[in-house]
T-cell receptor, first 115, second 114 residues
Framework: AQTVTQSQPEMSVQEAETVTLSCTYDTSESDYYLFWYKQPPSRQMILVIRQEAYKQQNATENRFSVNFQKAAKSFSLKISDSQLGDAAMYFCAYRSGGSQGNLIFGKGTKLSVKP | DTGVSQDPRHKITKRGQNVTFRCDPISEHNRLYWYRQTLGQGPEFLTYFQNEAQLEKSRLLSDRFSAERPKGSFSTLEIQRTEQGDSAMYLC????????????FGQGTRLTVV
């Protein structure tokens, strides 16, 4: 069975600085997708960034980028120029390419942004 | 389009009572998912619909849980004879098209069993 591990329960970053959230996963599959979702307090989860396993190039979305190391099964999220609005729970998630599409989530990392 | 809508947002019930939650996905989204999220944990998959067909159920979905999606539109999740361990946030998500496309989440229904 696939598993997703986020080893940092909490992280803190100064506004305008850069922070990296870690995620590792375990799978024997070759076709899969990886996601980072953001869950602000009392608000719905929203997609931050997505990576297809077959793509070697790391995904980037504005201030958010990933470091996808397929052999190491590592998928970290880098947030540049951190803003107060980035404060939230961040979940790393895995989706099998051959499944019905359900996501397997890590336990999350709570990110605080200090002004 | 207002996104994925869930009702109610909060539900407090006594142990042993039945509860039903509703999810309205984004229009034309053919895939619908239910997840459960307990404090300090990531969401855990419960069940999946493609259109009106329930195609996958997690082992977490005990016999007391039942989900429906009549006509492939909204979905309901019913919990019978609630237990304190059922207290959690129940999240609904929907997506359209291929497996790798983005899933959009609702704000969830927070269930407290007293």
């Amino acid at each position: 069975a696939q598993t997703v591990t986020q080893s940092q329960p909490e992280m803190s970053v100064q506004e305008a600085e850069t922070v990296t959230l870690s995620c590792t996963y375990d799978t024997s599959e070759s076709d899969y997708y990886l996601f980072w979702y953001k869950q602000p307090p009392s608000r719905q989860m929203i997609l931050v960034i997505r990576q297809e396993a077959y793509k070697q190039q790391n995904a980037t979305e504005n201030r958010f980028s990933v470091n996808f190391q397929k052999a190491a099964k590592s998928f970290s999220l880098k947030i540049s120029d951190s803003q107060l609005g980035d404060a939230a729970m961040y979940f790393c998630a895995y989706r099998s390419g051959g499944s019905q599409g359900n996501l397997i989530f890590g336990k999350g990392t709570k990110l605080s942004v200090k002004p | 389009d207002t996104g994925v809508s869930q009702d109610p947002r909060h539900k407090i019930t006594k142990r042993g009572q039945n509860v039903t939650f509703r999810c309205d996905p984004i229009s034309e989204h053919n895939r619908l998912y239910w997840y459960r999220q307990t404090l300090g944990q990531g969401p855990e998959f419960l069940t999946y619909f493609q259109n009106e067909a329930q195609l996958e159920k997690s082992r977490l979905l005990s016999d007391r849980f039942s989900a429906e999606r009549p006509k492939g539109s909204f979905s309901t999740l019913e919990i019978q004879r609630t237990e304190q361990g059922d207290s959690a946030m129940y999240l609904c998500a929907s997506s359209f098209g291929q497996v790798g496309t983005e899933a959009f989440f609702g704000q969830g229904t927070r269930l407290t069993v007293v």
